[in-house]
């Protein structure tokens, strides 16, 4: 046990078999494209008046402003308003319910905003029946995942609304269950680090949907336009990815004495996570700014907005950060060469209780990703989650400004800690 807290001696023993468990548990999920729907039709808890979004829960005054920006888009997006200046009013009256996307079985990149009517990518747990749920990826540019909004991104989501998610769906109805788990492993082996990398693994998706796609009985400029949206965005898997992790977690939650994280998130306002042994409680510190990053000819520190996004679920269960030693490319975002990439995923390893051998890393002699962070390792050994991230624009609506790495707060996990201690009557 940490020496943060006295423990009784039978308790460390109790805790190693919970995360053992908890581990296990993680790593017989096998998640899979199942199909696409409606997010009213499926998401749990979802009203035509929810709005769904990224981190811990947080009241509209404290949200970020691209948070705020993004939540406003989907607003009339929905179209409940025709302008901002509405949107703002439906909220102040408490006409629009704001929840985190982690309450209803979801995660949402950046922003992670999902409302009603915008369609959802199922995908499903073949070991446990559970189903996660996100959007598709928006893409780069004016976008609400990055916080802005206006008549571009509008016409873009009511595309993919209209257009493009009924293609997918029957795309997905033709291919049957995609395995999120098979098309990462061989991303992995090809240069993704599974986060801010998903070239490979967006291609290998690509690859897979390409002869359903184009024998649809539609026509072949709408196919064309489809295939165009995806192959154009390199980060198109990611969401799918995200699913994958959470139902990952999920199933690593809610055991007993077990001290494994269960997902990490932020707001652009608040970090948060869970923990197995703890219920839905989250632990929250300030959001942090990325320390080693690139920004946009243009940009700098002085213009980002704090860390923000569910996509930090990716690390929760071992992939991005944890893995940037698959990464060659992502070298640049680690503060020196790819020797100092290799040495973040080492020191993850101080800090997790297994690896993952289904995503062996060629670097490390196929080593597996280190996985399941231990909240007692973090607060005895101060070392910090690393995440790979993306830095949107504080107050702008410029949307994406730059790329790098994001350090998880001491705090959430020393709170976290304690919280364990009390909850299993120790003293601090």
């Known amino acids: 046990m940490s ?72 607003i009339i997006f929905e179209g409940l308003v025709k302008n901002p200046s509405e949107a703002e009013r439906m909220i102040l009256e408490n006409r629009i319910i704001l929840s985190p996307n982690h309450h209803h079985d979801c995660v949402g990149p950046m922003t992670g905003i999902i409302s009603a009517s915008m369609p959802v990518v199922v995908t499903k747990d073949l070991t446990t029946e559970r189903r996660a749920y996100s959007t598709f990826n928006e893409g780069g540019g004016q976008v609400l995942w990055f916080g802005s909004f206006g008549d571009e991104t509008l016409q873009r989501l009511r595309w993919i609304r209209d257009k493009f998610a009924p293609v997918m769906k029957k795309v997905l109805e033709r291919t049957g269950p995609i395995s999120v788990w098979n098309i990462l492993s061989q991303g992995i082996q090809m240069g993704d680090e599974c986060h801010n990398r998903h070239g490979a693994s967006t291609s290998i998706f690509l690859k897979n949907i390409t002869e359903p796609l184009f024998s649809l009985n539609i026509s072949h400029s709408s196919a064309t336009a489809v295939y165009r949206f995806m192959s154009a965005n390199s980060h198109f898997f990611l969401n799918f990815t995200m699913t994958g992790c959470k139902l990952a977690a999920d199933a690593a939650h809610d055991i007993p004495d077990s001290t494994l994280v269960t997902a990490m998130s932020r707001n652009g306002t608040t970090f948060g996570i869970r923990v197995s042994g703890l219920g839905n409680s989250w632990f929250v510190a300030k959001s942090p700014y990325l320390e080693d990053a690139l920004y946009n000819l243009g940009y700098g520190p002085k213009d980002a907005a704090p860390d923000i996004g569910d996509s930090s679920i990716i690390e929760t269960t071992g992939l991005g950060g944890f893995a940037i030693a698959a990464a060659p490319s992502m070298a640049s975002f680690a503060g020196g060469g790819f020797s100092d990439a290799v040495e973040i995923t080492k020191s993850m390893n101080v800090i997790t209780t297994s690896r993952n051998t289904r995503f062996a890393i060629p670097s490390l002699d196929f080593q597996g990703t280190p996985t399941g962070i231990d909240i007692r390792k973090v607060v005895d050994t101060a070392i910090l989650p690393s995440i790979n991230s993306a830095i949107v624009h504080k107050s702008s609506g410029a949307g994406q400004i730059g790329a790098g790495i994001a350090k998880a707060p001491y705090e959430c996990f020393e709170k976290a800690l304690l919280a364990f201690g009390k909850r299993h009557g120790l003293a601090a």
Not at 27 to 32: A, E, G, I, K
């Open 3 to 74: 020496a943060a807290i006295k423990t009784k001696p039978d308790l460390p023993d109790r805790i190693d078999a919970a995360n053992a468990y908890a581990i296990e548990m993680l790593f017989s999920v096998d998640p899979v494209l199942e199909g696409v729907q409606r997010a009213l039709d499926v998401i749990p808890g979802m009203t035509p008046s929810t709005i769904l979004h990224a981190g811990p829960p947080i009241s509209w005054g404290r949200m970020c402003d691209p948070m705020k920006r993004a939540v406003r888009g989907a």
